[in-house]
C-alpha cells in the first residue's frame, strides 16, 4: 500500500471515530491508500506500507477445528461474565443495541469483557499497583486460563514469528510482572500469571456483536494485535484502509 503507516497512525486522534465523514476525507487527502477501488483478500496475505513494513497478516483457515473448539468451549465458560457486560446505553462495546442472538449459534452468550492477569481498572489509570480483571476473579477462572491456554500459545507463537522484537518485549514485561507481584505480595496476580499462557497482557472476548466503524486507539504501528474469528458464520468481511 502506497501509505506511511507510523505517518497516519501520528494523524490520527481519539476524535477520528470514523463517525465524522468531513475529517475521514480530510484523513484520506492526507495519507492515500495508494487504491481506489474495492480489494478482496481471500488467500493468505501481507500487506506492505510504502516503506516495506509488514502492517498487517492474514492468515484465514489458520486455527484448526480443534483448536476454535477449544475456544468456543472456554466462551461456555466465560458465559456469566458475558451475560453481565452488556448494558442499557452504555458505549458501544457494551450497549445492548449492538449485540444479537446469533440463529446459528443459540448457545453462545453475547457480550463483550477483557481478561488479562495485570491492567489498571478502568477509570483508576493513574494507580501505583495493576490488578486483575474482575472477569478472572470469579470461581472459574483457574478452569478458564486452562481452556485457554493452548489457543493463546499458539497466538504467542505466531508473533515469535511475525513480530520478534515485540515477542521478547512481552515476555520481559511479564518476567518483570511476576516480579513485581511477589514483592508486593499480590497473591491472586501471581497465581493468575502462572496460567496466563499470552504474551499479550490483554485478551477480548466479542460474541455475536455488530460493531460501528471504529479504530482502537491504544494500539501503535509498531506492534501487533491479533484478531480471531470463531464460529459459523457467512459473508463476514473486515474492512481496512
Given at each position: 500500500m502506497q501509505i506511511d503507516i507510523t505517518r497516519y497512525s501520528k494523524l490520527i486522534s481519539p476524535k477520528d471515530t470514523r463517525y465524522n465523514e468531513e475529517r475521514e476525507e480530510k484523513l484520506l487527502e492526507r495519507c492515500p491508500p495508494g487504491h481506489e477501488d474495492i480489494q478482496f483478500i481471500k488467500t493468505p496475505t501481507t500487506i506492505l506500507d510504502v516503506s516495506g513494513a509488514i502492517i498487517a497478516w492474514y492468515l484465514p483457515d489458520a486455527l484448526t477445528d480443534a483448536t476454535q473448539k477449544e475456544i468456543w468451549a472456554a466462551s461456555d465458560l466465560l458465559a456469566p461474565s458475558l451475560e453481565k457486560s452488556i448494558k442499557v446505553d452504555?458505549?458501544?462495546?457494551t450497549d445492548q443495541e449492538w449485540f444479537n442472538q446469533s440463529l446459528e449459534n443459540v448457545e453462545l452468550t453475547p457480550g463483550c469483557i477483557t481478561l488479562s492477569p495485570a491492567w489498571f481498572q478502568?477509570?483508576?489509570e493513574n494507580q501505583s499497583d495493576l490488578e486483575v480483571s474482575a472477569s478472572l476473579k470469579g470461581p472459574s477462572s483457574e478452569n478458564v486460563l486452562k481452556a485457554i491456554a493452548r489457543p493463546a500459545a499458539i497466538a504467542t507463537a505466531a508473533l515469535r514469528v511475525m513480530h520478534p522484537e515485540q515477542y521478547w518485549a512481552g515476555l520481559r514485561a511479564f518476567a518483570s510482572l511476576r516480579e513485581k507481584a511477589?514483592?508486593?505480595?499480590?497473591?491472586?496476580?501471581s497465581e493468575t500469571l502462572q496460567y496466563w499462557a499470552s504474551v499479550f497482557n490483554t485478551l477480548s472476548v466479542i460474541s455475536n456483536?455488530?460493531?460501528p466503524n471504529h479504530r482502537d486507539h491504544l494500539s501503535i504501528a509498531e506492534c501487533f494485535n491479533i484478531l480471531t474469528t470463531v464460529g459459523n458464520y457467512s459473508n463476514a468481511r473486515m474492512k481496512g484502509l
Open positions: 452504555s458505549n458501544w462495546q478502568q477509570g483508576h511477589e514483592s508486593k505480595e499480590l497473591p491472586k496476580m456483536q455488530e460493531t
